[in-house]
């Protein structure tokens, strides 16, 4: 079988890699051979053992019928939706990384790739190399899922980990993480949730069985987390981790990525560095936790490959991956329930004590704050509450 | 779409409860509806709702055609591979939490589904309602699979985390345990690291292709295990777990359960209390984990409707589950590696920094004792070594 690889970058040359080094139990388990026939790129790369098949038009490689799989993996929407769509109109599977490109367009292809007996598989979209697509549609069936909450970026963990092991301010330790490549130039995709919304939003397209936009989730970012603050998670045994969080209640459901206090024991507090994690809470099953090394070169081309073998196995029929283009816009956050944290100034303890009974004081030993968590309430009765208090230093949302 | 049910015991009737409870999202997923026909149990259920669909006799289920999908619930061998093996022959789909079944006769069951183009399906039968069957067959594709190693029994697991939080033996935890209905009566299966064992076969022989036997997997239970070793690992900051463990070094594979010594940082270090986990490491992938509550009625029920959801969706084809009947039989474990932890008499000191040139003293305020940490060495050479030295307390195999 005849597969193409568009773009020839990180993810692109792990999967050329991939298929060459693994080739013989990718045949195994294919039941066939998977050939590279082309590698796209309007780049040269001599000597590279992708040479001799790269191609820089895109038309050599749609109107070839041997083509019977396109590996997109140039990432951004443009021009990747127009190939990745022409290619589902001529017949061919379809597997990609692009999580941009299915958060924008996964309705849309999805639909088409049903019409045209072809598969549009995109598992290395969300977690890279952590199986989460596949398991979900094919193995967390028989349960209502309640929730599926998830450290979803690498860079952001990798950063919060470091200032939680430092000690460090959130500034400093950006610079030192792009100083050696860990985050990108233009960080704002990481740090803001932004990329973190787009997965969170495939994710629960797919629970739904219907659109998610990502625009209709909310997003804060990790931009304004201190030292202090660090500090006050060391004190409560607990550490802020970039959560991404759907919750499902009843027909209605909530969409949120925040940096939240997760406290010792809550599943996604041991998830640490570069690591990624996804926990799925079902009705029947309780929680279950899938985790590894999100990003990387390697292990995205692996979870990449692994809808190659699957589209291999299934080249005469479509298996079902599928939601339908009719949005659903998550609640507004204000009806959340959860417990929050809120660092103020000393001189509002009584007032706190008043607006918020049964606070629990959190020490971390600096005097002129005062420092709690709160019992559980809606995210709107937090926000009237602590409206009242002047000098807000932090708040976080409060996991165990 | 007609189901029946084999044995109402606890996953049973936890099946029966998925099915009822999530009918709808089962029957939007499945494509159908699944009906449970019968439940087969020699004992009599009045009043319970699956009264009405109760049978004695395990003939109306077999000889019934409208029953596509049989579910064995019963555990063992005797009659349950008699059932199954029916139930197959006469084209039924077989879903099963059975592990002694699968890990005794599931080459064979396996070769007749395929030859009447149905499906064996036995996801429950290792980590309760974690998936890993599936993820293993259909995600982890595009990997050679270099470790599986998970704390696969809940029983044993729960016993070790109390025994590290009380720092207290392992007979009066397993007494306590037993009393509160976490051990069994007769905790053999579980504490000798059989039931583990099982387990590990079971998912050798999915990565191997080939028949992995349980009688060639190397067990060692936990009963040895006392509250000093306990101390030891506290202060190595490190657990005592069970871990069942296949690691495959080109055609070769070592296939061993038994407890280890874990450092903190270790991906299995903090899977405590009954939760299970399966860590897998792919040449391409680097580890990924799955965690859950392994055991229990309802994760185990999800585990296995996921399967009938899985059978109806492909009614009339075989889903490629499979490994052959040839037995491969694992390598010594002589020749394996790793790192071992020894306790020994005080006196020893001077002898085991002979024995062990470079080893790494173990303090934990003992000071009859002298205990340490050894480099990498092959099990042979470890047993050679340890031979020369009287009086050993204890040993575990370290894991970092």
Known sequence: MKAAIL???????????????????????????????YVLDLREFPGDP?????????????????????????????????FVRRALEKGKHVCTSNKELVAEYGSELLLLAKERKVNFYFEASVGGGIPIIRPLCECLTADRILEISGILNGTTNYILTRMYNEGADFNRVLKEAQGCGYAERNPAADIEGFDAGRK?????????????????????GITGITAEDIRYARAMQAKIK???????????????????????????????DVVNAVMVRGNMLGNVLFSGRGAGKLPTASAVVSDVIQAARHADENTGLYWSGTRIVPES???????????????????????FPGLEQIDAGMEEEFAFLTGRMTEGEFAERVEELDRIYAGFRFES
Request: proline share 3%.
């Open 242 to 272: 970039l959560i991404a969080s759907a919750v499902w209640e009843g027909e209605s459901f909530y969409a949120l990525v925040a940096p939240r206090m997760v406290a010792a024991g809550h599943p996604l507090y041991a998830v640490d």
């Open 7 to 37: 773009g020839y970058g990180t993810v692109g040359s792990g999967v050329y890699e991939v298929l060459q080094k693994n080739a013989d139990v990718i045949e195994a388990r294919s039941g066939e051979r998977i050939d590279v026939k």
């Open 200 to 220: 969170l939003a495939i994710l629960a397209s797919i629970v739904t069985g219907r659109r998610v936009e990502f625009g209709d989730v909310v997003t804060e």
């Open 333 to 355: 956050i204000r009806s959340m329930q959860s417990r929050y944290f809120v660092r103020t100034d000393a001189k509002n303890r009584q007032q706190a004590e008043l607006l």
């Open 50 to 82: 992708a040479a001799d098949v790269l191609v820089h038009d895109y038309e050599c490689v749609v109107n070839d019928p041997e083509v019977r799989i396109v590996i997109e993996t140039m990432g951004g929407v443009k021009p990747a939706y127009e």
